[in-house]
């Protein structure tokens, strides 16, 4: 069984941070990217970040860069996302997905987790 579980979401302030885990289990880690993805109400779910479990590459959002990381544990079948300098139009409901290529589209995502909510105030 495939799963993926998005967890540490919460409410912050505007400038504060949070940071998100992935923890995945039922597949072979090491073959997939791993994305971050959100959806804020009435919008369609847009591509945050991804990360290749087997090298390392990464990629980020224009809207989020210089402020969001992303970053890896194989071992604990996990990724991370660091989110700095949190701003208002961050706020939005996280979800992390698993695709075979490195990509943040969503159609090209084979597995995704239940989201987590992030809030940031004003």
């Known amino acids: 069984e495939v799963q993926l579980q998005a967890s540490g979401g919460g409410l912050v302030q505007a400038g504060g941070s949070l940071r998100l885990s992935c923890a995945a289990s039922g597949f072979t880690f090491d073959d997939y990217v791993i994305g971050w993805f959100r959806q804020a109400p009435g919008k369609e779910r847009e591509g945050v970040s991804y990360?290749?479990?087997?090298?390392?590459?990464?990629a980020y959002a224009d809207s989020v860069k210089g402020r969001f990381t992303i970053s890896n544990d194989n071992a604990k079948k996990t990724v991370y996302l660091q989110m700095n300098s949190l701003k208002p139009e961050d706020t939005a409901v996280y979800y992390c997905?698993?695709?075979?290529?490195?990509?943040?589209?969503?159609?090209?995502?084979?597995?995704w987790g239940k989201g987590t909510q992030v809030t940031v105030s004003s």
């Open positions: 997905a698993a695709g075979p290529i490195a990509t943040m589209k969503t159609a090209l995502m084979d597995y």
């Open positions: 990360i290749s479990s087997s090298n390392s590459r990464t």
